[in-house]
T-cell receptor, first 117, second 109 residues
Framework: GAVVSQHPSRVICKSGTSVKIECRSLDFQATTMFWYRQFPKKSLMLMATSNEGSKATYEQGVEKDKFLINHASLTLSTLTVTSAHPEDSSFYIC?????????????FGPGTRLLVL | GQNIDQPTEMTATEGAIVQINCTYQTSGFNGLFWYQQHAGEAPTFLSYNVLDGLEEKGRFSSFLSRSKGYSYLLLKELQMKDSASYLCAVRDSNYQLIWGAGTKLIIKP
């Protein structure tokens, strides 16, 4: 299957700082990437859909100014958590859809665990 | 509204067979996915069904009945490493993925 990387895998930061998470498709070009967050023992929650060369589409209730998404190339999307607070602590996972596959399957990165102190 | 239902938790014995059910009510249907997620890790793709019937892939099989809004994931010859959460997701008419809450599968020796 397609390979998606994510960096960093784990980050601890102080409240009020900003954190950038990178998501890369390694062996395919992804026009669309997705950002999820997941709280312990809870299901995945889609935050936004990242479209290369255009603005991201955010899900209802997700603050655009707090979670900045940039999809500047066909292999890279970034999520920046601005002015992070302890309630932003979560597991953030990106996924990318391989347009070369008819099924449109989403392949996930390994995730980033964010802890805001 | 859109809804995906799957059991919260199941327990099975090593070497046995287990079936994890998923029922859905969505606005349109464009495929159903099963993912495996180990604790603390991201989901990994297991299977995709868009037509009725059974798709077999090694020890794992996935079944779909669109008329019943129903799917199951069948795991055979269970191994301890199969202990994980199994997520059912349906792609609706807008090609959005609707996620179930996942079924935590516990394998006992």
């Amino acid at each position: 299957g397609a390979v998606v990387s994510q960096h960093p895998s784990r980050v601890i930061c102080k409240s009020g700082t900003s954190v950038k998470i990178e998501c890369r498709s390694l062996d395919f070009q992804a026009t669309t990437m997705f950002w999820y967050r997941q709280f312990p023992k809870k299901s995945l929650m889609l935050m936004a859909t990242s479209n290369e060369g255009s603005k991201a589409t955010y899900e209802q209730g997700v603050e655009k100014d707090k979670f900045l998404i940039n999809h500047a190339s066909l292999t890279l999307s970034t999520l920046t958590v601005t002015s992070a607070h302890p309630e932003d602590s979560s597991f953030y996972i990106c996924s990318a859809r391989d347009p070369g596959l008819d099924t449109g399957t989403q392949y996930f990165g390994p995730g980033t665990r964010l802890l805001v102190l | 509204g859109q809804n995906i239902d799957q059991p919260t938790e199941m327990t099975a014995t090593e070497g046995a067979i287990v079936q994890i059910n998923c029922t859905y009510q969505t606005s349109g249907f464009n495929g159903l996915f099963w993912y495996q997620q180990h604790a603390g890790e991201a989901p990994t793709f297991l299977s995709y069904n868009v037509l009725d019937g059974l798709e077999e892939k090694g020890r794992f099989s996935s079944f779909l009945s669109r008329s019943k809004g129903y799917s199951y994931l069948l795991l055979k010859e269970l191994q301890m490493k199969d202990s994980a959460s199994y997520l059912c997701a349906v792609r609706d008419s807008n090609y959005q993925l609707i996620w179930g809450a996942g079924t935590k599968l516990i394998i006992k020796p």
